[in-house]
């Protein structure tokens, strides 16, 4: 596991999405097949964008609150917050090039 | 994740099958894998392959299938869900088994999948293809299986133990398999509704509130398996390699297009697991 993923609850993620400019979270939880596969991918990610993006994780079954806001419906879901609001949700396993191409546009 | 395989292919019909003792020959570790039976053992007769003739397909499916398992070839039969490209690497969701390979053949024959209205845009906000993925998801709410393959029993009782509140929508008589304490509905779902999220479905004409819809058919269209696939007229684009526009991935037999035919799809498989057994070798 990478040391760049922030793993947050919700107190922490109000604070991470409303601190920084641009955030991405990982929705997962623990039984999650799918989850385990997008792991690597997001590790990927935070190396790749270390210091231009936070990265991080939320388990939805522990910070079920979190999962309601957002509406999760299915994991892995993962969402791009810029200044704390939503610019961004990917549902399901996507490659890198799916995250690139919309981090790039997002950084540029 | 476990040991990496060499090459994993999904589908053992004909062009499936002569992947994986071409892929063996070479050296290389394989996992095949197949949920349904294919068009050739439903042939009543063949003339057309060379060295076989007035053979019933059942037969000749029956050869191909002795002559690989004598080769030491496996075929598991489970369905894939999901395949994710790492670059120098796949993972392979076999119905929530994760699988690391270097490569992935597809040789899993015609699609037959008629996708309905509402499932694409409501695919992963309440529309699944696995329940072992996605069902924990639904405890204590609403969800729908569809009855489209022989496992779709086994995965609504899995939904029910977990807690799911499930309904089976089936074309079938009622089997005795499944859980007594899930509704039974006959018919064939027409359309998925919801706004972000699936809200209902129609049973013919009759609707029906859900959260989740799970569709259980004998395998998963290529497109939704693999995101960025290129396809055309419905068949998967290759190269004279049986490379697809994903590097690493192959497709071979009817899957990538006309003619529909036994020696092709047995040449195609060859062609595809050598070349894959060389790339790895290099």
New interface residues.
């Given amino acids: 596991m990478s040391e760049k993923i922030l793993h947050l609850d919700t107190k922490q993620f109000d604070e991470v999405i409303n601190k920084e400019k641009l955030v991405l979270i990982d929705f997962w939880?623990t039984?999650?097949?799918?989850c385990?596969?997008?792991a690597?991918?997001i590790e990927k990610i935070a190396e790749q964008y270390d210091g231009k993006l936070v990265v991080g994780k939320v388990d939805i079954d522990e910070q079920q609150e979190l999962a309601i806001r957002y509406?999760?419906?299915?994991?892995p879901?993962v969402i791009l917050f810029k200044d704390g609001k939503v610019v961004a949700k990917e549902?399901?396993?996507?490659?890198?090039?799916?995250f690139t191409s919309l981090l790039d546009s997002e950084i540029a | 994740m476990n040991n990496i395989t060499d090459i994993v292919i999904i589908g053992a019909g004909p062009a499936g099958l002569s992947a994986a003792i071409n892929a063996v020959t070479r050296g290389k570790t394989i996992r095949i894998f197949s949920n349904n039976d294919n068009y050739l053992s439903k042939a009543e007769r063949v003339d057309n392959h060379l060295g076989f003739y007035n053979i019933s397909g059942k037969d000749m499916m029956n050869q191909f299938i002795e002559h690989a398992e004598n080769m030491n070839v496996n075929i598991e039969n489970k369905k894939a869900v999901n395949i994710l490209p790492l670059g120098e690497s796949f993972l392979v969701n076999i119905n929530g088994e994760i699988i690391e390979s270097k490569k992935v053949i597809l040789a899993m024959g015609i699609s037959k999948v008629k996708e309905i209205a509402g499932e694409s845009n409501l695919l992963g906000m309440g529309v699944s293809y696995c329940a072992t993925c996605d069902g924990m998801l639904y405890r204590n709410k609403k969800a729908i299986v569809w009855d489209l393959s022989h496992d779709a029993l086994k995965e609504a009782n899995y939904l029910k133990d977990i807690g799911v509140n499930v309904t089976f929508v089936s074309n079938k008589n009622p089997s005795d398999e499944l859980n007594p304490e899930i509704k039974y509905i006959k018919g064939t779902i027409k359309e998925i509704k919801g706004n972000n999220k699936v809200e209902s479905i129609l049973v013919d004409d009759k609707e029906i509130e859900a959260e989740a819809v799970f569709i259980l058919r004998e395998a998963v269209a290529p497109t939704a398996l693999i995101d960025g696939l290129e396809t055309e007229n419905g068949f998967i684009t290759v190269n004279r390699n049986m490379q697809t526009n994903i590097d690493g991935l192959y497709a071979a037999g009817d899957c990538t297009g006309k003619p529909l035919q036994i020696s092709k799809a047995v040449s195609e498989g060859l062609i595809a697991a050598q070349h894959a057994a060389k790339e790895i070798d290099n």
Wanted: proline share 12%; net charge positive; hydrophobic share 50%.
């Fill in positions: 939880a039984w999650c097949a799918p385990r596969m997008l690597p991918v509406g999760i419906q299915s994991i879901t549902i399901g396993v996507k490659p890198l090039k799916a």
